[in-house]
Nanobody
Framework: QVQLVESGGGLVQAGGSLRLSCAAS??????????MGWFRQAPGKEREFVAT????????DYADSVKGRFTISRDNAKNTVALQMNSLKAEDTAVYYC????????????????????WGQGTQVTVSS
């Protein structure tokens, strides 16, 4: 069983910054083998891709809406993945979810929601304008 626990969400003014973190665990889960991603879901909207990172952290990809403002990173020694969010906008308001790709892992970064099989419970990010 894989457990993903997000933290770091909250209320911030437009233009501000937040850093989300996701801690991964599991008896048979080797974090460093898995591509990881961040997704978000705003009220009344479908869950959408935000960012992804390969197993080594050497490759990343972002949704166009967050490029240049958000940065995904990982620490394989600590089994964590983070999302640094700068220059936040009201339209970034959503519940943010950490995800690990489906097992067995490929390690390659993935942007499609269907590629992910393990999800956290989500953390709320609210940006006031």
């Amino acid at each position: 069983q894989v457990q993903l626990v997000e933290s770091g969400g909250g209320l911030v003014q437009a233009g501000g910054s937040l850093r989300l973190s996701c801690a991964a665990s599991g008896r048979t889960f080797t974090f460093s083998n898995y591509a990881m991603g961040w997704f978000r879901q705003a009220p009344g909207k479908e869950r959408e891709f935000v960012a992804t990172i390969s197993w080594s952290g050497g490759s990343t990809d972002y949704a166009d809406s967050v490029k240049g403002r958000f940065t995904i990173s990982r620490d394989n020694a600590k089994n964590t993945v983070a999302l640094q969010m700068n220059s936040l906008k009201a339209e970034d308001t959503a519940v943010y979810y950490c995800a690990a790709e489906r097992s067995p892992p490929t390690g390659f970064m993935r942007a499609s929601l269907q590629s992910y099989g393990h999800w956290g419970q989500g953390t709320q990010v609210t940006v006031s304008s």
